[in-house]
């Protein structure tokens, strides 16, 4: 059965002290992707730039990297680490929900299109503001029902 997993992205804000992942990222942005990531899927995971495909309740230490600090050929050596990751939790007809920015999925959805899954880029255009707006929608449709 075809399952839906949201990936989030990592955010610079983070606790000083090692978390499971869930609570490490603590900026706002970061609080209310990972709620909406929750009402949209069964399943969700963080796309960090240092440890790739992280499970939210994998304990992680604090650090410091961010894409405006990768060169090209390490973002795609990320983003093929992180499609090997993804490799080993998604099956045939899965939808992928990114809320991340461009880096994070650009490569990925080139090399995704070879597991017949489904992608989904919702923030794509949308400054912060709107897409905490969305994020806010997704929370409230969750919880009327709709």
């Not at 603590?26 to 440890?51: D, E, N, R, Y």
């Not at 090209?72 to 093929?80: C, G, I, L, P």
């Not at 899954?117 to 409230?140: A, K, S």
Request: glycine letters at 4%.
């Amino acid at each position: 059965m075809p399952e839906t997993i949201v990936l989030v992205a990592c955010v610079k804000e983070k606790a000083n002290t090692a978390l499971p992942a869930k609570d490490l990222y603590i900026s706002g942005w970061f609080k209310k992707a990972a709620a909406a990531a929750q009402v949209l899927g069964p399943s969700w995971f963080i796309l960090s730039t240092k440890h790739g495909l992280l499970n939210p309740d994998t304990i992680v230490e604090p650090y410091q990297k961010a894409f405006r600090d990768m060169d090209d050929a390490e973002r795609k050596y990320w983003a093929e680490n992180v499609f090997r990751q993804l490799q080993q939790v998604v099956t045939t007809g899965d939808t992928l929900i990114f809320l991340a920015d461009k880096d994070y999925y650009e490569i990925l959805l080139e090399l995704l299109q070879t597991l017949c899954v489904q992608t989904q880029t919702p923030l794509t255009g949308m400054d912060i503001e709107d897409q905490m707006c969305w994020f806010d929608e997704q929370l409230e449709e969750s919880q009327s029902g709709s």
